[in-house]
T-cell receptor, first 112, second 112 residues
Framework: SQTIHQWPATLVQPVGSPLSLECTVE??????LYWYRQAAGRGLQLLFY??????ISSEVPQNLSASRPQDRQFILSSKKLLLSDSGFYLC???????????FGPGTRLTVL | AQTVTQSQPEMSVQEAETVTLSCTYD???????LFWYKQPPSRQMILVIR??????QNATENRFSVNFQKAAKSFSLKISDSQLGDAAMYFC?????????FGTGTRLTVIP
């Protein structure tokens, strides 16, 4: 069966520091991968999605970036965090060409 | 642009009773998918139920069912025989090309 992992689960970082969040999927090949952010008390906002290695689409302009160095690995990065980057970050995957997305456990990021 | 609206920020239901959560959406597409996701305190997004827009039959998953009214662009979730474990945030979502549009959520409280 397929599983999706995210780490770290919780992260507290100072303003201006770099960020790297990792997401990996097991049990499937060539998945579509997604990064979402959820601000406190709000719905999800799609940040990035990827349909293949090295193929990244950005939905929202910001100081975050994403990379997909391997088929089942998706990384969310920032060179310098802002206070507004605080939130809950969720990674999701779907079978290529299908509509249902499955979510990882998420990372709670606090920028101080 | 697609939008998803959940007009009930909070709902409560007595244990073993039935509750209906509302969702409306706006789209110009004729073929799409709709979802209800549950987000318990752990914050992991869990797929509850999925509806294909081209299917007239309402989806059902055990105690969860939907009332899909395509012409009215309405997609409500009915939870029967509510259980304490149903307490969570519920998000309605619409799938367009390669991404999801989420509503702002409804917090469901189950009263013992």
């Amino acid at each position: 069966s397929q599983t999706i992992h995210q780490w770290p689960a919780t992260l507290v970082q100072p303003v201006g520091s770099p960020l790297s969040l990792e997401c990996t999927v097991e049990g499937t090949s060539n998945p579509n991968l997604y990064w979402y952010r959820q601000a406190a008390g709000r719905g999800l906002q799609l940040l990035f999605y990827s349909v293949g290695i090295g193929q990244i689409s950005s939905e929202v302009p910001q100081n975050l970036s994403a990379s997909r160095p391997q088929d089942r690995q998706f990384i969310l990065s920032s060179k310098k965090l802002l206070l507004s980057d605080s939130g809950f970050y969720l990674c999701a995957w779907s079978v290529a060409g299908t509509d249902t997305q499955y979510f990882g456990p998420g990372t709670r990021l606090t920028v101080l | 642009a697609q939008t998803v609206t959940q007009s009930q920020p909070e709902m409560s239901v007595q244990e073993a009773e039935t509750v209906t959560l509302s969702c409306t959406y706006d789209t110009s597409e004729s073929d799409y998918y709709l979802f209800w996701y549950k987000q318990p305190p752990s914050r992991q997004m869990i797929l509850v139920i999925r509806q294909e827009a081209y299917k007239q039959q309402n989806a059902t998953e055990n105690r969860f069912s939907v009332n899909f009214q395509k012409a009215a662009k309405s997609f409500s979730l009915k939870i029967s025989d509510s259980q304490l474990g149903d307490a969570a945030m519920y998000f309605c979502a619409y799938v367009g090309a390669n991404n999801l549009f989420f509503g702002t959520g409804t917090r469901l409280t189950v009263i013992p």
